[in-house]
């Protein structure tokens, strides 16, 4: 924390090299990502995923629910001072309130990250697809649409849909990437609608991990549903008219999250997942 607090402080300076910096060191595909933004929206890129990555490491950098939901009250508070033109000293707020003089942020997507965040603190797992579904469309779905926003493409319905379909692939393939991890937590990521219809039991996830009963059915149809997703989002594109469903050349810097995505989606092996 304290760390933090002095990397944040020394940030001051260039807010936007901060975030870029940041963006490097913990989300370094994001980082690829932001030269494909025109020069005068690679600022406001970066500021928005460094916002987006702060949020998402709360719930791992806290001791306990209480501070998160102060975390995510600063950055509510952050979010209509920025609106008011007085940011608070924290260089993400700083970047943000840049970007925002030059790019339409719409704040509403930005409460609505900050507020599944802070309900994750107290319901990290999710009982039903429906949920998980839910949770992923307030998060990666609406950090696409911000993006939309930032390329003036927002008012695409096709653009719109096809986001909100990348951004439920985006989680799940997180999530699952990240299952020794919260397992090592003592979390279970996939849906248990999904563990249960395979027979899994989470203490046996947790003891002794891809060798549990069940686990690579879970896994692979948990894979499924997220692989499904990334297939409607491709379809959408078809509804443009482009060369076999290609991506506008517009709005390919939102849409280049997709790319490598089906590729891991299919190289996801539950054994070597657990045992990582």
Not at 17 to 23: Q, R
Not at 196 to 211: L, T
Request: some cysteine.
């Amino acid at each position: 924390m304290a760390t933090h607090s002095a990397s944040a402080e020394a940030g001051m300076a260039d807010p936007a090299a901060y975030c870029k910096d940041l963006v490097r060191k913990r989300d370094y595909e994001s980082y690829l990502i932001g030269a494909f933004y025109p020069r005068h929206f690679q600022g406001a890129f970066f500021a928005l995923r460094a916002f987006y990555v702060e949020l998402a490491s709360v719930q791992d950098t806290v001791s306990n629910a209480t501070i998160g939901k102060m975390r995510m009250q600063f950055w509510r508070d952050a979010i209509k001072s920025i609106g008011d033109g007085r940011p608070p000293r924290h260089p993400i707020a700083l970047a943000l309130h840049e970007a925002s003089q030059k790019a339409s942020l719409p704040a509403y997507h930005l409460r609505r990250i900050i507020d599944a965040r802070d309900a994750e603190l107290h319901t990290p797992t999710h009982l039903t697809l429906d949920s998980l579904t839910a949770h992923a469309e307030s998060t990666s779905s609406t950090f696409l649409y911000v993006l939309l926003s930032l390329l003036n493409l927002s008012a695409s319905s096709t653009f719109s849909h096809a986001a909100s379909h990348l951004g439920v692939a985006q989680t799940i393939h997180v999530l699952l990437r990240a299952l020794p991890y919260h397992a090592s937590k003592g979390r279970m990521v996939i849906p248990a609608e999904i563990t249960a219809r395979h027979g899994v039991r989470q203490e046996d996830v947790f003891r002794v991990g891809g060798d549990a009963e069940g686990i690579s059915d879970a896994v692979f149809e948990f894979a499924t549903v997220a692989n499904d997703n990334l297939l409607t989002a491709r379809e959408m594109f078809k509804e443009t008219g482009g060369d076999g469903g290609q991506v506008p050349q517009v709005a390919m810097p939102v849409f280049l999250y997709g790319v490598r995505l089906s590729q891991r989606l299919r190289g996801l092996h539950p054994r070597c997942m657990l045992h990582a």
